[in-house]
């Protein structure tokens, strides 16, 4: 069982920068690949980035991958989205993933827990 709790969500004109974390509770935050995902007003759920349980690959979207970075620390059962140059389009509740299935980037139908999510607002 992992439990996630988000946080470093917040309200920034566009240009600025972020940090949101992912704090993960449970032994086994190590064996999991992790991710994370937005969601829009009146959009899907989207796929932004996701990382090994060793931190050995990662991956990230298209729209995002010049600009945010993810990370995790597993001493601290942490993972990362160093998010820059933020965009409008940005705006999004974003929320973190986990899943043990070992292939980047992650599906969806493959996540098996979800934190409960950390509003990011961006303003033109």
């Known amino acids: 069982q992992v439990q996630l709790v988000e946080s470093g969500g917040g309200f920034l004109q566009a240009g600025g920068s972020l940090r949101l974390s992912c704090a993960a509770s449970?032994?086994?935050?190590?064996?999991?690949?992790m991710g994370w995902f937005r969601q829009a007003p009146g959009k899907e759920r989207e796929f932004v980035a996701a990382?090994?349980?060793?931190?050995?690959?990662?991956f990230h979207a298209d729209s995002v991958k010049d600009r945010f970075r993810i990370s995790r620390d597993n001493a601290k059962n942490t993972m990362y989205l160093q998010m820059n140059s933020l965009k409008p389009e940005d705006t999004a509740v974003y929320y973190c993933?986990?899943?043990?299935?070992?292939?980047?980037?992650?599906?969806?139908?493959?996540?098996?827990?979800w934190g409960q999510g950390t509003q990011v607002t961006v303003s033109s």
């Open positions: 993933a986990a899943s043990s299935d070992g292939h980047i980037p992650i599906y969806q139908a493959l996540v098996e827990y």
């Open positions: 449970g032994r086994t935050f190590s064996s999991y690949t």
């Open positions: 990382i090994t349980w060793s931190g050995g690959r990662i």
